[in-house]
């Protein structure tokens, strides 16, 4: 083998050396923030289906994906609560439905106030993020008031309080 050839390949060695380094940096990143929520599951997929946070090479840069993930995922579950709310819902369930709404909304601007806060203050990012949860535990109150229920928003409150926990815990990362 000739040295320009030896060159070449040593050169590509390190590069995947590195690189493959770098990968497992953020898979450690991304196990140390889902071993610390509810469903390290569900956060583990979430964040790996994310190229914003499997690129994240610090707590800062994660946060930010992993809030962009639950963001979406909070107006998703507006969007099904909300369509719930307007299309044949049973009156007795009205009132709930309406306060789910408000709440979802609530969940939503405590989560997108949390990712504008991430740079200048974490740990009102990290307050933030942990109290959009209270949207989702006060929905579930007010179907359980109606005695009726509906299991798939019961569900959804479910999934949301997860992602929560997926926010909470990557503010919680954030250096101080």
């Not at 819902?89 to 504008?116: D, F, H, I, R, W």
Request: glycine fraction near 4%.
């Amino acid at each position: 083998m000739n040295a320009p050839t030896f060159l070449i390949l040593a050169i590509f060695l390190c590069l995947f050396l590195l690189s493959s380094n770098q990968i497992n940096a953020e898979s450690d990143l991304i196990k140390q923030v889902c071993n610390q929520t509810s469903n390290p599951s569900l956060c583990t997929t979430t964040l790996v289906s994310n190229p914003k946070a499997v690129s994240a090479t610090n707590f800062v840069t994660l946060c930010k994906a992993a809030l962009g993930s639950v963001i979406i995922n909070a107006i998703d579950l507006l969007s099904y609560v909300d369509n719930a709310s307007f299309n044949d819902p049973k009156p007795e369930l009205k009132e709930a439905l309406e306060t789910c709404v408000k709440q979802y909304n609530y969940a939503k601007g405590s989560l997108e106030s949390s990712y504008m806060e991430i740079d200048l203050d974490p740990l009102t990012a990290n307050y933030d993020a942990k109290v959009a949860g209270d949207g989702y535990t006060y929905c579930e109150e007010a179907l359980a008031r109606t005695k009726v229920g509906d299991p798939k928003i019961s569900a959804k409150n479910k999934v949301g309080l997860d992602f929560v926990s997926i926010a909470d815990s990557a503010t919680s990362k954030l250096p101080n």
